[in-house]
């Protein structure tokens, strides 16, 4: 199947709107609806609800949107791989959740192209469900999750743990007032808010939910809170004196996992990506706690 038709299904779902797909794509709107048209014809299906101002996936659509993905995903890793088949580079994909990246994976990432020049990567941003599905699908190499999936086609392994501190902008005595001025709640994963729950039975609803830690970052450094947050996104604002460790709050780990296929043909590469980031991340773990506030 032409993937150039599900590129264009998929740009008008994320936009909703014909016009704008056409933009994006630098195509004629009446370009985009033949081939709308034309993949609908392929398929036997409707993919789209049309009503004015009200474009809407139908049931079909809905299946669709995962396989379109995947299958441009795929036709993307087959240029990449054919292109470095010269044997000069390694091509590898990886992918972690948005809150992964800020937490620890974008400086990590960092290190490792400077100590690795010949593998070459594609980098993604993703939930833990995609991430598991493009894994399963083959169209993703190895991704940094928090809570361990349980599919028996992939390996798993334990690279490391996340401290998460409580912090506020303003000074406070006891996690019952950091709980109570503005207080921001982030999803680390199902276990973060099993624990969190289990710690912090009646406290007041948070003003904010958010699964990004960076987003609860700049809420508290514009107006003010409080949030449970790693150490390589608060330190600065420690030293700064505009955040502050609750003194009393428990500290919540988290533990980040890998994982890939286990019948991947690529677990020799996707290891030395694993043990040069768990290298770097031990070598770093002196400044896995807050330094500049009374614990």
Not at 56 to 74: D, I, N, R, Y
Not at 80 to 102: F, I, R, Y
């Amino acid at each position: 199947m032409d993937t150039e038709l599900l590129k264009t299904f998929m740009e008008v779902s994320r936009t909703r709107h014909f016009g704008r797909a056409a933009e994006n794509l630098y195509l004629t709107q009446s370009a985009v609806s033949f081939r709308v048209r034309q993949l609908e014809g392929l398929l036997g299906v409707e993919l789209f609800s049309r009503q004015r101002n009200n474009i809407q996936l139908t049931p079909a659509g809905e299946k669709l949107m995962p396989l379109a993905e995947s299958s441009v995903l795929l036709e993307q890793r087959i240029r990449q791989e054919v292109a470095m088949a010269d044997g000069k580079s390694q091509q590898m994909s990886l992918g972690a959740t948005p809150n992964l990246w800020d937490a620890f994976l974008q400086e990590q990432l960092r290190l490792f192209m400077s100590s690795s020049p010949g593998i070459a990567l594609n980098a993604m941003a993703h939930s833990s469900g995609n991430l598991v599905r493009q894994i399963i699908e083959r169209t993703l190499d190895l991704a940094f999750v928090f809570d361990a999936p349980k599919v028996d086609e992939l390996t798993t392994i334990e690279v490391m743990n996340i401290p998460l501190y409580l912090v506020s902008a303003e000074p406070c005595d006891s996690w019952q007032d950091a709980l109570a001025q503005d207080y921001v709640l982030v999803d680390w994963g199902t276990s973060f808010q099993i624990q969190h729950a289990q710690e912090f039975k009646g406290a007041k609803p948070p003003v904010l939910q958010t699964n990004t830690g960076r987003i609860a970052l700049d809420c508290i450094l514009s107006n003010g809170g409080s949030a449970y947050l790693p150490s390589s996104l608060i330190q600065p604002y420690l030293d700064s004196g505009q955040m502050h460790v609750v003194p009393d709050a428990p500290v919540i780990n988290r533990t980040v996992y890998a994982s890939f296929h286990a019948s991947s043909g690529r677990e020799e590469l996707i290891n030395k990506v694993i043990e040069q980031i768990a290298t770097n991340v031990t070598a770093a773990a002196a400044l896995a706690s807050p330094q500049g506030e009374s614990r």
